[in-house]
């Protein structure tokens, strides 16, 4: 007999963290967390992969917080890895496509490619790419035109500084300071010039200093792809993206965890798989050797797989059951979809979380695709489920795939399609970087209560007490009109 051997589940809105005894200030607690087996992040927030939450912007803003973007898959493979591409290059340290020109030519042909290109300075470098030199307007404005056809070399600043690879920010920095220069040219062990480095770089480099880094000191970014599409899959793990993540409204499949289990072999990115909300399926997803799991089926606002189909796991439980199954592999798992607010994101670590992964939180702020709209004087931005009429009909209809809609493929004719999900507008809210101050800001309120100086101890400490429904209704703000909404809190 089903029913009554049916398990109990509960989600957000059932359980809060009980306050315990604390010597932690919420502003001394780290939000350093491990989102893959190889990658960190300093904010556990994850942007979902979604055509209105994640392009290269969101993804860059997210790092520079120190979190992550998963760039959406309704892209071509070409657009994708443009995307990823983007963020790889924004702040890149090293400029690697440096103009050079030989001590040979002449100042004005320095000075003619100085103003083609846009730029004040150019290392001068050998037959054998070797650094003799650094010319810059500076040096060839005071021949006021007369000059013009000296050599190079006779105009040139010869004792150049340059760095070797791999210097570090800080260390890079002192030197411009100490040497008064622009431009560091990078150069290799045989002196060979690999790059350069100027200082307006460097100091964008120190302006997030919070920003999550692959080691070479780039954003990191992931970037999601089909369960079954190899190809897509090497495209983007050859254009950087750090983790690879996969995407299924059921990841508990077992073509796919075969199909991801070859993959994975494939590339150099880690690898994310997704999603599921059972601890049997955390075990059986663990055989594909994975760098990550995303757990939640049904909790997305925008999802409505759990009325369509009457399939999903609430999504507390499905969190921590998932997350104890992982914690023995050694596995981080991201709990993806369903949160409102700051204190779900408290919740979903309490119970094992490493990281959220937010759509609706992300939504409609200015760096998620799409137009912003006014409606009665009131600005709004699209939010939609990928498994949505609209996403699975537009771009390059991945929404499909991802609900197993993909009989005939070339049918894009909407009727012919189930939608496990729906369109909206959520209001327009400005910078991410705002939301996730504010985000961040109610987590670390919420370890300071706990006594929890990291996630790590948010794990083992956090005890939770389960609460009727007039418990949740007396956390809300109640007999009160609101007159001044908070920059934290939407009532419902
Ligand atoms: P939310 O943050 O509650 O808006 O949920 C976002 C999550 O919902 C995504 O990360 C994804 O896992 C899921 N999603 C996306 N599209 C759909 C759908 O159409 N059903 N669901």
Redesign the pocket.
């Known amino acids: 007999d089903k029913l009554t051997k049916a398990e109990d589940t509960y989600t957000f809105d059932d359980f809060l963290i009980k306050p315990g005894l604390s010597s932690i200030e919420p502003k001394d607690v780290t939000l350093k967390t491990q989102v893959s087996t190889n990658f960190n992040l300093n904010i556990p927030i994850v942007s979902?992969?979604?055509d209105t939450v994640t392009e290269s912007q969101m993804a860059i803003a997210l790092a520079r917080e120190g979190g992550l973007g998963v760039i959406h898959r309704n892209l071509t493979v070409d657009d994708e890895v443009k995307e990823v591409r983007k963020v790889k290059l924004a702040n890149e340290l090293t400029v690697k496509e440096v103009i050079t020109i030989s001590p040979d030519e002449t100042a004005e042909e320095a000075k003619a490619i100085m103003d083609m290109e846009e730029i004040s300075g150019l290392p001068v470098v050998d037959d054998n790419d070797v650094v003799v030199g650094i010319i810059s307007r500076r040096d060839i404005k005071p021949l006021r035109g007369k000059y013009l056809h000296n050599k190079v070399s006779e105009v040139m600043t010869s004792d150049v500084v340059t760095i070797s690879e791999g210097t570090e920010t800080e260390k890079a920095l002192d030197i411009a300071y100490e040497n008064k220069v622009e431009r560091l040219p990078v150069v290799s062990e045989k002196d060979e010039i690999v790059g350069i480095v100027t200082m307006k770089d460097i100091l964008k480099h120190k302006q997030y200093p919070n920003a999550a880094r692959d080691k070479r000191g780039t954003y990191l970014v992931a970037a999601a792809c089909g369960p079954f599409d190899i190809d897509r899959a090497m495209a983007l793990s050859d254009a950087g993206a750090d983790i690879i993540a996969i995407d299924s409204?059921h990841g508990h499949k077992t073509d796919i965890i075969e199909s991801v289990r070859e993959m994975n072999k494939n590339v150099e990115s880690d690898v994310l798989l997704g999603?599921i909300a059972t601890a049997k399926a955390a075990e059986d997803i663990l055989k594909a050797e994975i760098n990550g799991i995303k757990v939640?089926i049904g909790?997305?606002?925008?999802?409505?797989?759990r009325i369509v189909a009457g399939v999903g796991v609430p999504q507390l439980s499905a969190v921590s059951s998932v997350a104890d199954v992982a914690e023995d592999y050694g596995v981080p798992v991201i709990a993806?979809?369903?949160?409102r607010y700051s204190g779900d994101i408290a919740k979903a670590l309490c119970v094992g979380a490493n990281a959220v992964?937010?759509?609706?939180?992300l939504?409609g702020t200015k760096e998620s695709p799409g137009e912003m709209t006014i409606r009665n004087g009131r600005k709004y931005k699209q939010y939609r489920?990928?498994?949505?009429l609209g996403?699975m009909t537009g771009g390059v209809g991945a929404?499909k795939d991802r609900?197993f809609q993909n009989s005939n493929s070339s049918n894009m004719n909407s009727t012919k399609l189930v939608p496990?999900?729906i369109e909206g507008v959520v209001p327009y809210k400005g910078a991410a970087s705002q939301i996730i101050f504010q985000l961040m800001g109610g987590l670390k309120s919420s370890m300071g209560y706990v006594g929890a100086d990291s996630i790590k101890q948010m794990h083992e400490k956090a005890e939770l007490v389960h609460i009727t429904a007039n418990g949740m209704l007396e956390s809300h703000p109640h007999d009160i009109t609101i007159t001044n909404e908070s920059p934290n809190y939407n009532p419902r």
């Open positions: 979902s992969a979604m409204a999603n939640g909790p997305g606002s925008i999802c409505t797989t993806d979809g369903g949160l992964m937010v759509g609706s939180l939504a489920g990928m498994g949505s996403a929404g609900y496990e999900g």
